[in-house]
């Protein structure tokens, strides 16, 4: 069968009318092949901008809701994910080019973040605060924030909806979409898989939680809205650079999460054989295209001789092909910039001194229009060239380092600051690590690899990453406006400060 009618097959399955994927101004493509394999509509900004006016009728109903029964349309969300995960993870698989397991564990993603918003439904806790007044009370309280905007990136084309979805929806807000354009199938099958958790819910306004197909043009729309609350943005540092000042400009909120530099410290005491697994997933795996990836490594000098021969000989031998036909573990790039991007970065760091095993391209299946590499491990002299640039494309630059705190200053020596980790077996490498003038990024490890949080956790960096703050922990705040409240029960009208106005 082609993945072209395997591709219309999942989506009929999914529910997505096949009306929607032929003759439209969007050409789909798959990576694992590169053929195209549906042309869909994009919104205009007329539509665009109609379909936030109704999101926002919707969130003023939506606001009224009890949060545990908004809670409810999560828990059908959740179900019909669960009935649905293997048709939308092989979608995903054609769609972004994942291997299969990481298109599973992406919509595995969307299932715990339900899980855990429905609990979060019979909490969004507020604080009593002792206050200076006799017979008051003050407290805070969160209420709905209004239509939230997600736009999201290629490399994961499902989860990161379903993160910002799954919160904004119980905490009361409406929700619009613009997902990728190099990844709208996987969209258009959620919002299938969403239309049937509303049918079940039966009582939602219409518009409550809606996608827009378009390229940066459409989300720009979006971005300019004054009736879209918290834009939440996830992509490259560049984008966030457009769009965090255009949403600043009118007083609208964002999360931005944005691109990803992301180091690992290998100390003398490492667990070698973990650091190398970790370091090949982190490193390789969704071939390199993960915000996450571990990017690169600094290792001490008295186990790099140790270390570094068995990464080359995993890079070596690491399988890569079409996710959909083979066992392979490293799949394709998404498109030809993302494969001119890897060989411009290796080209950059050869002319800095650096020395390449792998970064060839690879025939697969004779596939001239898919993007297949070979992951490359590169040694570099020092922290030089393009290591302080985000290269989407499973590219790991390797450094020599002798003293900790020189490991930890290069570690931090880079714009962004979304992911880092530390191999060490020595307590206090391991606690400085975590300290205040440890790791600057907003997720920090000891022992884990960089990439693959758990939703648990609230996900999201600092600097040029963005600084927002999606998933678990309290990151539900930023889907929310906090108002302080105080109440006087007494019979006097005492000021604070003991300020007096007698009149
Ligand atoms: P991209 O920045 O090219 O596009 C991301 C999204 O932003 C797309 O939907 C695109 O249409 C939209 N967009 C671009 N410019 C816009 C503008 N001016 N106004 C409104 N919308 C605009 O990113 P990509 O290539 O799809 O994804 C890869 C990047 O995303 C990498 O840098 C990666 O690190 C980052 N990323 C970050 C996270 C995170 O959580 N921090 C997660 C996934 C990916």
């Given at each position: 069968m082609s993945v072209k009618t395997q591709t219309k097959d999942l989506l009929a399955k999914l529910g997505v009318d096949a009306a929607a994927l032929e003759g439209g101004d969007l050409a789909v493509r798959t990576p694992t092949t590169g053929e195209t394999i549906a042309n869909v509509k994009t919104a205009s900004a007329s539509e665009i901008s109609a379909q936030i006016d109704k999101a926002h009728d919707a969130f003023k109903a939506w606001r009224k809701v009890p949060a545990p029964r908004r809670g409810e349309l999560v828990r059908l969300l959740g179900e019909e994910l669960r009935a649905h995960k293997d048709d939308l993870g092989t979608l995903v698989s054609i769609e972004a080019g994942k291997i299969p397991s990481e298109g599973l564990g992406e919509v595995q993603e969307m299932i715990d973040i339900c899980d855990f918003a429905v609990g979060l439904s019979r909490q969004l806790y507020g604080l009593t605060i002792a206050t200076e007044r006799a017979e008051h009370?003050?407290?805070?309280?969160?209420?709905?924030?209004?239509?939230?905007?997600?736009?999201?990136?290629?490399?994961?084309?499902?989860?990161?909806?379903?993160?910002?979805?799954?919160?904004?929806?119980?905490?009361?807000?409406?929700?619009?979409?613009?997902?990728?354009?190099?990844?709208?199938?996987?969209?258009?099958?959620?919002?299938?898989?969403?239309?049937?958790?509303?049918?079940?819910?039966?009582?939602?306004?219409?518009?409550?939680?809606?996608?827009?197909?378009?390229?940066?043009?459409?989300?720009?729309?979006?971005?300019?809205?004054?009736?879209?609350?918290?834009?939440?943005?996830?992509?490259?540092?560049?984008?966030?650079?457009?769009?965090?000042?255009?949403?600043?400009?009118?007083?609208?909120?964002?999360?931005?999460?944005?691109?990803?530099?992301?180091?690992?410290?290998?100390?003398?005491?490492?667990?070698?054989?973990?650091?190398?697994?970790?370091?090949?997933?982190?490193?390789?795996?969704?071939a390199g295209q993960r915000c996450t990836s571990t990017r690169r490594l600094f290792v001490h000098e008295s186990v790099y001789d140790k270390l570094v021969p068995q990464l080359k000989k995993a890079y070596e031998g690491v399988s890569i092909g079409n996710p959909l036909t083979?066992?392979?573990?490293?799949?394709?790039?998404?498109?030809?910039?993302?494969?001119?991007?890897?060989?411009?970065?290796?080209?950059?760091?050869?002319?800095?001194?650096?020395?390449?095993?792998?970064?060839?391209?690879?025939?697969?299946?004779?596939?001239?229009?898919?993007?297949?590499?070979?992951?490359?491990?590169?040694?570099?002299?020092?922290?030089?060239?393009?290591?302080?640039?985000?290269?989407?494309?499973?590219?790991?630059?390797?450094?020599?380092y002798s003293d900790f705190d020189d490991a930890i200053d290069m570690q931090n020596a880079v714009g962004a600051g979304l992911s880092s980790m530390v191999f060490t077996l020595n307590v206090r490498e391991a606690e400085q690590f975590l300290s205040a003038s440890g790791s600057d990024c907003g997720i920090a490890n000891v022992n884990i690899g960089t990439s693959g949080a758990e939703i648990g956790g609230a996900f999201g960096g600092e600097k040029e990453t963005g600084g927002g703050r999606e998933s678990g922990s309290d990151a539900w705040k930023a889907y929310m406006r906090r108002a302080t409240n105080t109440v006087n029960y007494g019979t006097e009208l005492p000021l604070a400060q003991g300020v007096s106005f007698d009149i």
């Amino acid at each position: 069968m082609s993945v072209k009618t395997q591709t219309k097959d999942l989506l009929a399955k999914l529910g997505v009318d096949a009306a929607a994927l032929e003759g439209g101004d969007l050409a789909v493509r798959t990576p694992t092949t590169g053929e195209t394999i549906a042309n869909v509509k994009t919104a205009s900004a007329s539509e665009i901008s109609a379909q936030i006016d109704k999101a926002h009728d919707a969130f003023k109903a939506w606001r009224k809701v009890p949060a545990p029964r908004r809670g409810e349309l999560v828990r059908l969300l959740g179900e019909e994910l669960r009935a649905h995960k293997d048709d939308l993870g092989t979608l995903v698989s054609i769609e972004a080019g994942k291997i299969p397991s990481e298109g599973l564990g992406e919509v595995q993603e969307m299932i715990d973040i339900c899980d855990f918003a429905v609990g979060l439904s019979r909490q969004l806790y507020g604080l009593t605060i002792a206050t200076e007044r006799a017979e008051h009370r003050m407290m805070e309280t969160w209420h709905p924030l209004g239509v939230v905007g997600i736009i999201s990136a290629f490399n994961f084309p499902v989860a990161v909806w379903s993160w910002n979805a799954a919160l904004a929806l119980v905490c009361g807000n409406a929700t619009i979409w613009k997902p990728s354009e190099k990844t709208p199938l996987t969209a258009m099958a959620c919002q299938a898989i969403m239309d049937k958790a509303l049918a079940k819910f039966g009582d939602s306004p219409e518009g409550l939680a809606t996608i827009f197909i378009a390229e940066r043009e459409g989300g720009e729309v979006m971005v300019d809205h004054q009736k879209v609350a918290l834009v939440s943005a996830t992509g490259s540092t560049r984008m966030g650079r457009e769009v965090g000042p255009r949403v600043a400009k009118r007083f609208g909120r964002t999360i931005l999460e944005l691109g990803g530099n992301n180091a690992g410290i290998v100390c003398p005491s490492a667990d070698l054989g973990m650091a190398v697994r970790a370091i090949a997933f982190g490193a390789m795996g969704t071939a390199g295209q993960r915000c996450t990836s571990t990017r690169r490594l600094f290792v001490h000098e008295s186990v790099y001789d140790k270390l570094v021969p068995q990464l080359k000989k995993a890079y070596e031998g690491v399988s890569i092909g079409n996710p959909l036909t083979s066992g392979a573990l490293v799949g394709p790039l998404i498109d030809k910039d993302a494969a001119d991007n890897m060989e411009k970065a290796l080209a950059a760091a050869k002319a800095a001194g650096g020395s390449i095993v792998g970064g060839e391209r690879v025939d697969v299946e004779g596939n001239e229009d898919a993007y297949y590499y070979r992951p490359a491990i590169v040694e570099m002299p020092e922290q030089s060239g393009p290591m302080f640039e985000e290269t989407f494309a499973p590219i790991l630059y390797v450094v020599k380092y002798s003293d900790f705190d020189d490991a930890i200053d290069m570690q931090n020596a880079v714009g962004a600051g979304l992911s880092s980790m530390v191999f060490t077996l020595n307590v206090r490498e391991a606690e400085q690590f975590l300290s205040a003038s440890g790791s600057d990024c907003g997720i920090a490890n000891v022992n884990i690899g960089t990439s693959g949080a758990e939703i648990g956790g609230a996900f999201g960096g600092e600097k040029e990453t963005g600084g927002g703050r999606e998933s678990g922990s309290d990151a539900w705040k930023a889907y929310m406006r906090r108002a302080t409240n105080t109440v006087n029960y007494g019979t006097e009208l005492p000021l604070a400060q003991g300020v007096s106005f007698d009149i």
